[in-house]
């Protein structure tokens, strides 16, 4: 398995989600490198108090690290331009998407966008798929 890659978790308003990923991430992988970018600084804090190995908050943090790093974790709403109450630029969803970054996303009932993934599940499901599926990319890295 190799593990020099930056993973980044993006995330916003208070960093629930971010928090609870990165945690994970560094549990499940301790050595792999973090980036934690927040769309304010309470959810670039959340990130670091969780484990990340540096993180940094805002617009130009995110466009300038999305395309840095090789996998982005994080709600499906970073894809999105004013989600998360606005606090997702233009600018920032267009970065994410455009990124050739591995885009690993959280569904989330709170950003209007619905994904046909079967019944909701507890974001605790999502949270145990999102780190399977970033062991399964470790493992296997596609060329």
Do not use: W
């Not at 993973?7 to 208070?14: E, H, L, N, S, T």
């Not at 999305?66 to 499906?76: D, F, L, N, S, T």
């Amino acid at each position: 398995m190799r593990h020099p890659m930056k993973v980044a978790v993006i995330d916003g308003q208070g960093g629930g989600v971010g928090r609870a990923l990165v945690e994970r991430v560094r549990a499940e992988f301790p050595d792999i490198h973090i980036r934690a970018l927040g769309t304010n600084a309470q959810a670039t804090a959340a990130m670091m108090k969780a484990g990340a190995n540096d993180g940094a908050t805002g617009e130009n943090a995110i466009v300038y690290n999305a395309g840095r790093v090789e996998i982005i974790m994080g709600p499906v709403a970073v894809l999105s331009a004013n989600a998360l109450l606005g606090e997702v630029t233009p600018a920032m969803a267009a970065a994410v998407g455009e990124s050739d970054a591995l885009k690993i996303l959280l569904p989330s009932q709170r950003c209007r966008i619905r994904l046909a993934i079967g019944p909701l599940q507890p974001m605790q499901r999502y949270l145990d798929e999102a780190v399977r599926m970033l062991r399964e990319e470790l493992d296997h890295p596609e060329a």
